[in-house]
Nanobody
Framework: QLQLVESGGGLVQPGGSLRLSCAASGPFSRIIGINTMGWYRQAPGKERELVAV???????TYGDSVKGRFTISRDSAKTTVYLQMNSLKPEDTAVYYCNAEENRQYWGQGTQVTVSS
């Protein structure tokens, strides 16, 4: 089994920035089998939506609402992904979940991001 541990959420003013981190741990066979890692978010009363994912080969995919403002990256070991969020808007307020896809989907516990003045 993989474990995903997120950090970096919090309260920020509109226009501000935050950086989220997600570290994957578990058996080596699971780690090397990760196909994609990334972030989804869920706001109250809304469905969970894609924020950004990065594939094993480094291909990135972003949700339309965050393109040009958010950047996903990872460390050289490919076990930690980062989400740099700039120009944050109140509508970015949500619980952000780290996701990893191996032979199944794995989810982190979620971290709250609140954008408010």
């Amino acid at each position: 089994q993989l474990q995903l541990v997120e950090s970096g959420g919090g309260l920020v003013q509109p226009g501000g920035s935050l950086r989220l981190s997600c570290a994957a741990s578990g058996p080596f066979s699971r780690i090397i089998g990760i196909n994609t890692m990334g972030w989804y978010r869920q706001a109250p009363g809304k469905e969970r939506e894609l924020v950004a994912v990065i594939s094993r080969l480094g291909t990135t995919t972003y949700g339309d609402s965050v393109k040009g403002r958010f950047t996903i990256s990872r460390d050289s070991a490919k076990t930690t992904v980062y989400l740099q969020m700039n120009s944050l808007k109140p509508e970015d307020t949500a619980v952000y979940y780290c996701n990893a896809e191996e032979n199944r989907q794995y989810w982190g516990q979620g971290t709250q991001v609140t954008v408010s003045s």
